[in-house]
């Protein structure tokens, strides 16, 4: 069964006349994972797009994530663009394996969500055998890593990392300037085949020229709308 993931928003104790730099703490109520809830708290947003906010796609691509449940067990997702990291965290704690990358100023956010849930990667010694010779499983986990996209010492260490089951991103859609550098990343990083793609977004006019581009290296799903405005599209990587 489908389950959706409840928002509850929190505001911290701050004037209402307070401007873009008010942090926000929001708890994302977790049914059926390993954890009852997340707590993600946004950073310093100083400008209108920052990556330090929650933004309506992240939270519909946490609902996403929760949605997958136990089938995210044991995966390696990669988040780009992980900002606060809602999303990347909502699949650590229904057991994946999570890289949250962004760029180096948003990591001590991203480290502090992650130390905040208790998704730090576990100890060997807290690991369970798996089932008929199948790894062991540790817990679901996340760790935070600089990722500037297109960057050739960047894509080799993250690279390092995988492969990768799943690479999400959330509000990635709304500069086509950076688009071949976003789509010579997820070319990189996806193995052909195998890796899927998870994208949410507000719709924009400019991702039809993403997606469009994408064409050429990724089986392009159609765009489904899972929230007011807010769509998603899954792509594959072509063998």
């Given at each position: 069964?489908?389950?959706?993931?409840?928002?509850?928003?929190?505001?911290?104790?701050?004037?209402?006349?307070?401007?873009?730099?008010?942090?926000?703490?929001?708890?994302?109520?977790?049914?059926?994972?390993?954890?009852?809830?997340?707590?993600?708290?946004?950073?310093?947003?100083?400008?209108?797009?920052?990556?330090?906010?929650?933004?309506?796609?992240?939270?519909?691509?946490?609902?996403?994530?929760?949605?997958?449940?136990?089938s995210?067990?044991g995966?390696?997702?990669?988040?780009?663009g992980?900002?606060?990291?809602?999303?990347?965290?909502?699949?650590?704690?229904?057991?994946?394996?999570?890289?949250?990358?962004?760029?180096?100023?948003?990591?001590?956010?991203?480290?502090?969500?992650?130390?905040?849930n208790?998704?730090?990667?576990?100890?060997?010694?807290?690991?369970v055998?798996?089932?008929?010779?199948?790894?062991?499983?540790?817990?679901?986990?996340?760790?935070?890593t600089?990722?500037?996209w297109?960057?050739?010492?960047?894509?080799?260490?993250?690279?390092?990392s995988?492969?990768?089951?799943?690479?999400?991103g959330?509000?990635?859609?709304?500069?086509?300037?950076?688009?071949?550098?976003?789509?010579?990343?997820?070319?990189?990083l996806?193995?052909?085949?195998?890796?899927?793609?998870?994208?949410?977004?507000?719709?924009?006019?400019?991702?039809?020229?993403?997606?469009?581009?994408?064409?050429?290296?990724?089986?392009?799903?159609?765009?489904?709308?899972?929230?007011?405005?807010?769509?998603?599209?899954?792509?594959?990587?072509?063998?």
């Amino acid at each position: 069964m489908h389950q959706r993931v409840s928002l509850a928003l929190l505001l911290l104790a701050v004037p209402h006349t307070a401007s873009l730099a008010t942090p926000v703490l929001e708890t994302v109520a977790l049914r059926g994972a390993a954890s009852s809830s997340l707590r993600v708290v946004e950073g310093q947003a100083d400008t209108i797009d920052s990556g330090a906010r929650i933004w309506d796609s992240g939270r519909e691509m946490a609902a996403l994530l929760q949605q997958q449940g136990e089938s995210l067990r044991g995966k390696r997702v990669l988040e780009l663009g992980a900002g606060t990291g809602i999303g990347g965290l909502s699949a650590a704690a229904c057991g994946a394996d999570v890289l949250l990358s962004d760029q180096a100023h948003m990591l001590p956010l991203l480290n502090e969500n992650i130390i905040a849930n208790g998704l730090q990667r576990r100890d060997a010694d807290t690991c369970v055998l798996g089932e008929d010779g199948a790894p062991p499983f540790c817990g679901g986990s996340a760790v935070a890593t600089q990722l500037l996209w297109g960057d050739a010492s960047d894509l080799e260490r993250v690279r390092a990392s995988g492969p990768f089951d799943l690479l999400v991103g959330s509000d990635l859609l709304y500069a086509p300037h950076v688009f071949p550098l976003l789509l010579d990343t997820l070319v990189e990083l996806c193995t052909p085949g195998v890796t899927e793609v998870l994208l949410t977004y507000p719709t924009r006019y400019t991702e039809d020229i993403f997606f469009g581009d994408a064409e050429e290296y990724f089986d392009v799903g159609y765009a489904d709308e899972v929230g007011c405005n807010i769509y998603s599209t899954r792509m594959k990587r072509l063998a």
